[in-house]
């Protein structure tokens, strides 16, 4: 007996590798000669980026660069920084070699001190836990159709995420920041920070064209010695990436990375100080996938003929929609006495994680709040407040793993002051990325008719009356039966395979 078989393709991933390692943080810095001697460290930050993270062979390779800076009290008595970048190399050897692998890293500060050894040197120690997860991608051939020797499949739409490419690219910004006008020449620059997102981004013809916008601030003392001075740029940026295959249908992740920055005053021909020069070394990367849609056949069975079919589990990636945008923090504090004069306030997520597991979407870790301010001296301190965060989002997905890609960045910041110095602090931190689920799937892969072993039917009524209960389905009762299930289906007028309600259904047997 002559059957027909039609195949599809459907692509599907597994986790070839799922671990964490230690980051450490070991440095010995010197001060810049421009730099004025250390009377006391107020303040440490340690901000590790990767600027490279791949697979070759059975090994995973990271590498990156952590950005220190260093506030303390110089001899004048006043606030300065010190900005130092620091280059790492980490190899993960894996227990074998992914095909297509794509790299997911995640970085979480664990400890961060610092303290002087002299006047001109500061040791940094300090660790970061950094989770890997790398996914092996591929494609698994199925059967989707049957024709012939009265084979039945009961086929299950599934739909799945498969990896068209990633691509990613480091690239450097100068720019000398006017100060304006109207606001007076720099004598040294107090504290910096900058901000990179991606604003929109077009796929077309094999190409990522990404554009973004660079936020910097910057806070300044004055030469004149009045009221220190801040300032906010925003520098746009743009690239292109390519990615074969990459075309306007795809789904797009792209993220900016910060690797490093420096900014220093520039003092013009009369040697006034009205512009700082910048120097930016960013990252950007896309990963690009392309939904597809299938049919798989997951159970089988002939009229004439017993048969064997081979079935493989097998896991699809999803991504996930409907995530979180943003969400507030708010803390009470009491204000230290020695703290007359505030400064500068921010705030730092490098000790929240992002955990997806069991149906939930986890942001936990610290929240720390950070002040520059005064004493009673005048003298620069430094004040910081630590925030338990434990937020929670249901996810609307049931799935064997996640891979979160998401950032979680501080918006907004802000303070204030109450009576008896009580501060209350107030938080708003932005989500961005997405999430992709890693689900179970089984499917047919091969189908084997035994045509020694015909199927024999005992009873040779042409119509059986079965009493259906709701919520029974269709196929079962075609297979139970031996019979065709669109020969039921259409006798009884049905559109679903699973009955809403209780009620008689006509089988007809057909061969």
């Not at 008719?449 to 042409?462: G, H, I, M, P, V």
Request: aromatic content about 8%; some cysteine; glycine content about 6%.
């Amino acid at each position: 007996m002559e059957y027909k078989l039609k195949k599809d393709r459907i692509a599907v991933c597994e986790t070839s590798f799922d671990s964490f390692t230690e980051l450490p943080v070991e440095s010995d810095l010197l001060l810049p000669d421009y730099c004025p001697d250390i009377v006391k460290v107020l303040k440490c930050q340690a901000r590790p980026a990767f600027s490279k993270t791949e697979v070759s062979g059975d090994k995973c390779i990271l590498e990156g660069a952590t950005a220190i800076t260093v506030y303390y009290t110089g001899e004048d008595g006043q606030l300065h920084s010190s900005e130092h970048k620091v280059d790492f190399s980490k190899t993960l050897e894996l227990k074998a070699t992914p095909q297509r692998p794509v790299v997911f890293c995640s970085i979480k500060e664990d400890y961060l001190n610092c303290k002087a050894v002299n006047q001109r040197r500061v040791d940094v120690r300090g660790a970061f836990t950094v989770t890997v997860k790398i996914l092996s991608m591929a494609e698994q051939e199925i059967i989707s159709a049957a024709e012939g020797a009265g084979l039945q499949l009961s086929c299950q739409p599934m739909s799945s995420s498969e990896l068209v490419g990633t691509a990613g690219k480091k690239f450097t910004v100068r720019e000398d920041l006017e100060l304006g006008v109207e606001r007076p020449p720099m004598d040294y620059i107090i504290r910096h920070s900058e901000k990179i997102r991606a604003a929109e981004w077009k796929v077309t013809g094999g190409k990522v064209i990404v554009k973004g916008e660079l936020e910097i601030f910057l806070e300044y003392r004055p030469r004149d010695g009045g009221a220190r001075q801040s300032v906010s740029y925003q520098l746009p940026v743009s690239q292109m990436l390519d990615v074969e295959g990459a075309g306007d249908e795809c789904l797009c992740q792209v993220r900016f990375e910060l690797l490093w920055s420096a900014l220093h005053p520039l003092a013009d021909a009369d040697g006034m100080t009205n512009a700082a020069s910048g120097e930016f070394i960013l990252g950007v990367y896309c990963m690009v996938l392309r939904e597809k849609k299938a049919l798989p056949a997951i159970d089988a069975y002939s009229t004439q003929y017993e048969l064997q079919f081979s079935q493989k589990p097998a896991s699809l990636l999803q991504v996930l929609e409907g995530l979180p945008q943003a969400f507030e923090l708010e803390q009470a504090a009491q204000l230290p006495d020695y703290l007359k004069e505030t400064m500068d306030f921010w705030c730092e997520t490098g000790a929240l994680s992002v955990l997806a597991q069991e149906q939930v979407l986890l942001i936990s870790g610290k929240l720390r709040y950070c002040m520059l301010g005064l004493d009673a001296d005048g003298t620069p301190a430094y004040f910081e407040q630590i925030q338990e965060v434990a937020q929670e989002y249901p996810l609307a997905v049931r799935a064997d793993g996640y891979l979160p890609q998401l950032s979680v960045a501080a918006e907004d910041c802000q303070y204030e002051i109450q009576e008896k110095n009580k501060l209350k602090c107030r938080c708003r931190l932005k989500v961005d990325g997405i999430i992709l689920a890693v689900k179970p799937a089984s499917f047919i892969t091969g189908i084997k008719l035994d045509e020694t072993r015909e199927k024999k039917r005992e009873d040779q009524s042409a119509m059986t009356i079965y009493y259906a209960d709701a919520g029974e389905n269709i196929w079962s009762i075609a297979k139970r039966y031996n019979t065709s299930i669109m020969a039921v289906m259409e006798e009884n007028g049905l559109e679903d395979e699973i009955l809403q309600e209780k009620r008689i259904v006509l089988i007809p047997m057909v061969g």
